[in-house]
């Protein structure tokens, strides 16, 4: 997904101009370096093991049986990982969201069919070969499974119960796979969540809406390094 970490890269060098005098390195670490030690695809594999079927089907189905078994083993070690993350202990200092999902709405199903017909009759796999060896698994991989049935039910709502720290979630009002009910739901479950909708902006707020989201960003990291710090201080008088 070359693509997308080339969009996110030039995202945190722009937030690490004001910040960090251009160390994008730095802004990086800074705002994720705290928050998890957790292997991805687990978690990833995780929220979508009651899907193992469809993913065994649509997605693994060139591999051998024990491969895709050692994947859903992950998926358990995943589990307990998600148990322990610091995003439940209170460890990270904040997090910061782009067009979350917590589970499928009807406007999510219908531009990705739509997107489907694009990659068999238009220009999208043209246009995705650009940036990936290999655009057929990057999109059917993507594609099938939301539009299987059995991920209709797909909701990780109850995951994000545990977050104890505070939380920017970006929505643009044109995204065209969810709408303001995926962080007004993040708000419903984690108390103190900030709501950034943007107007003129679609599933990409980095990149449709730079001049909103950069400065919001750089922003809500200067309020949890100052509230870190504060915290410190006061743990220090405490041990003083």
């Known amino acids: 997904m070359g693509s997308v970490g080339a969009l996110v890269w ?38 979508l093991a009651p899907f193992a079927q469809a993913f065994d089907q649509l997605v693994f189905a060139d591999q051998p049986a024990r491969a895709l078994q050692q994947h859903f083993k992950q998926a358990q070690l995943a589990r307990r990982q998600l148990q322990h993350l610091a995003v439940n202990r209170g460890d990270a200092a904040g997090l910061v969201v782009l067009a979350p999902h917590l589970f499928v709405e009807d406007i999510s199903i219908a531009n990705i069919e739509k997107a489907r017909e694009a990659y068999a009759d238009g220009d999208l796999r043209a246009g ?85 989201v950069i400065p919001s960003t750089d922003e809500y990291q200067r309020m949890m390094q100052a509230a870190q710090g504060a915290q410190m201080q006061q743990d220090a008088a405490l041990v003083a």
């Open 10 to 47: 030039d995202f945190f060098e722009a937030v690490a101009e004001p910040a960090h005098g251009g160390d994008a390195d730095r802004a990086f670490f800074n705002l994720f370096a705290q928050a998890v030690d957790v292997h991805l695809d687990g978690v990833v594999a995780d929220f």
């Open 128 to 212: 995705l070969a650009r940036h990936h060896d290999d655009p057929d698994s990057a999109f059917w991989g993507w594609n099938r499974i939301w539009l299987d049935p059995a991920f209709r039910d797909w909701n990780i709502e109850a995951e994000i119960t545990g977050i104890r720290c505070p939380v920017l979630a970006i929505q643009g009002l044109d995204d065209e796979y969810g709408t303001l009910a995926q962080i007004r739901g993040i708000a419903q479950q984690v108390p103190g969540t900030r709501l950034l909708p943007l107007p003129g902006c679609a599933h990409s707020p980095h990149r449709d809406q730079p001049e909103a």
